[in-house]
């Protein structure tokens, strides 16, 4: 597990500097500091990661890698600026989000120019697949915003089943992960069987990282999540361990409860004890545990050597603390 801790730590620092290269030769008369600000972020680089992971275990070379990957970290980024907007979170990253340091406009802008910039990098890819990979893209994208929309309608509603909720992180942030994988292996001219399971993968691995995310945001802290952790509560979030939550209470007081988790989301202690009392974390421990046994599974005719490194790159995201 060292070994393989040591490959993403390796991997994690081409990509920062491969994104730091791409903010540093930019110039624009006025969004150069903004698109330099977004693109120098560190952030996890799960998405590119998974992608060198997979076309490189399919046997593409790195050359034909990195630009596609480097694409679909920029265009995660372009979508935490706007989420963040969305969502009003100042703190990303383990610093001010774009909109709190610039400004809203200014933060919209700087993600129009990140899409932008994301497919000018895709248009770097081998020219046999290039068309494939922009429709692949665009199409993620569109899923992506049908399940932000969806986020936001569910803040609205005490009423939100497990499968809608489920449904939702699929497309808000499982599709991405599933994108990066299907990259790799568009990019190794793998067939279509391949490119199901990879999907699948992605899918599987994106729930499972979401459903960790809404633990982690419980029961971690601003400091080690290196985000605000307040606003999905504040806002009334409809998060698995809300929807967990409210499965158990009636209608009424459903409504109570989402009031009273807005008016004391400061107060983490009581929440934490409400949550774990109830089997609402113990629940969501499970249902990470069931999407990542079922990923593993979804690769069970892949290369040793590649499934080898997808099963340690599964546990190595059921260990992380933010």
Do not use: W
């Not at 200014?106 to 068309?131: C, H, Q, T, W, Y």
């Not at 967990?244 to 934490?272: A, P």
């Amino acid at each position: 597990m060292k070994d393989f801790e040591a490959k993403i730590l390796n991997l994690r620092e081409f990509i920062d500097n491969q994104m730091d290269s791409i903010a540093g030769n930019l110039v624009f008369d006025a969004i150069s500091d903004l698109v330099y600000y977004s693109l120098s972020s560190k952030g996890k680089r799960l998405r590119p990661i998974l992608l060198i992971l997979v076309g490189s275990g399919f046997g593409a070379e790195l050359t034909d890698l990195i630009h596609p990957a480097l694409a679909i970290e920029i265009l995660h980024t372009f979508t935490l600026i706007h989420d963040d907007i969305m969502d009003s979170d100042y703190y990303r990253r383990g610093r001010e989000t774009v909109h709190k340091k610039f400004g809203i406009n200014s933060a919209i802008l700087a993600g129009d120019a990140l899409m932008s910039l994301a497919f000018r990098e895709l248009a770097k890819a081998p020219r046999n697949v290039s068309g494939l990979l922009v429709e692949e893209l665009s199409n993620a994208m569109l899923e992506i915003c049908d399940g932000q929309q969806m986020d936001m309608d569910f803040e609205k509603r005490y009423d939100i089943s497990k499968s809608e909720y489920l449904r939702m992180i699929e497309k808000k942030t499982g599709r991405l992960i599933a994108t990066a994988c299907k990259f790799g292996g568009i990019l190794a001219v793998q067939n279509a069987e391949i490119l199901q399971k990879l999907e699948e993968f992605g899918r599987l691995v994106g729930v499972a990282f979401q459903i960790q995310d809404d633990l982690l945001e419980v029961i971690s802290t601003e400091e080690k999540m290196g985000k605000s952790l307040k606003s999905d509560l504040e806002s009334g979030k409809k998060t698995f361990l809300v929807v967990d939550y409210m499965e158990k209470l009636s209608e009424s007081e459903r409504v109570n409860f989402c009031e009273y988790l807005i008016t004391n989301s400061d107060n983490k202690t009581v929440i934490i004890d409400l949550f774990s009392d109830s089997g609402t974390i113990q629940n969501a421990v499970n249902l990470i545990r069931e999407y990542l046994e079922k990923a593993k599974l979804a690769i069970g005719n892949f290369p040793i050597n590649l499934k080898s490194d997808l099963i340690a790159f599964i546990d190595y995201l059921s260990n992380r603390q933010n």
